[in-house]
């Protein structure tokens, strides 16, 4: 069964720092991992999707990371601000479903 | 682009009445799904439809009737609300789920009293 983790579920950091958000999967055999910002009372926005044989994909800021064989993906967000400040999610196809991680609140600090 | 529509925004139900939730998406996508959110469970998948003419159950299907009435839609009905049914509900869709991205709506939030 395909479980996928989030740690840690809050994070605060100050304005222009550089940070990491963790996403860890116990089952190797997927296709591709999405990464999904959701902000206060709204839907999730897609913000990278990175295959299996890609070991990284960028957006502006940010930059995700895979490693299927260890189970982790990351996401780097660079000089941070604060309207980066909602919820980050990861998730992962397993068979016709897609399986979410539970999230990371992130606060940046003005 | 609308991308993936839900309606409607908000709803209140008293215990026992029912009623449906509608999704529709303008992508052309074979994949539709329903979801629940709430504090500390994250987002649960209720039921899903991999193509046009099936849906299968998720992890909380209890509860819930799904109907994929063609590619575009795809709703979600409760029978018979329970006050554990209070949630916030996505819809979401996607292409190849080996190869693209999930798009979701901007949710149904729902009291149940």
């Known amino acids: 069964k395909q479980e996928v983790t989030q740690i840690p579920a809050a994070l605060s950091v100050p304005e222009g720092e550089n940070l990491v958000l963790n996403c860890s999967f116990t089952d190797s055999a997927i296709y591709n991992l999405q990464w999904f910002r959701q902000d206060p009372g709204k839907g999730l926005t897609s913000l990278l999707l990175?295959?299996?044989?890609?070991r990284e994909q960028t957006s502006g800021r940010l930059n995700a990371s895979l490693d299927k064989s260890s189970g982790r993906s990351t996401l780097y967000i660079a000089a941070s601000q604060p309207g980066d400040s909602a919820t980050y999610l990861c998730a992962v196809p397993r068979d016709d479903k897609i399986i979410f991680g539970k999230g990371t609140r992130l606060h940046i600090l003005p | 682009n609308a991308g993936v529509t839900q309606t409607p925004k908000f709803q209140v139900l008293k215990t026992g009445q029912s009623m449906t939730l509608q999704c529709a998406q303008d992508?052309?996508?074979?994949?539709m799904y329903w979801y629940r959110q709430d504090p500390g469970m994250g987002l649960r998948l209720i039921y899903y439809?991999?193509?046009?003419?099936?849906?299968d159950k998720g992890e909380v299907p209890n509860g819930y009737n799904v109907s994929r009435l063609n590619k575009r839609e795809f709703s979600l009905r409760l029978e018979s609300a329970a006050p554990s049914q209070t949630s916030v509900y996505f819809c979401?869709?996607?292409?190849?789920?080996?190869?693209?991205?999930?798009?979701f709506g901007n949710g149904t939030r729902l009291t149940v009293t």
């Open positions: 439809s991999a193509s046009e003419g099936t849906t």
């Open positions: 990175i295959q299996s044989s890609q």
């Open positions: 979401a869709s996607s292409g190849l789920v080996s190869r693209t991205p999930l798009h």
């Open positions: 992508m052309n996508h074979n994949s």
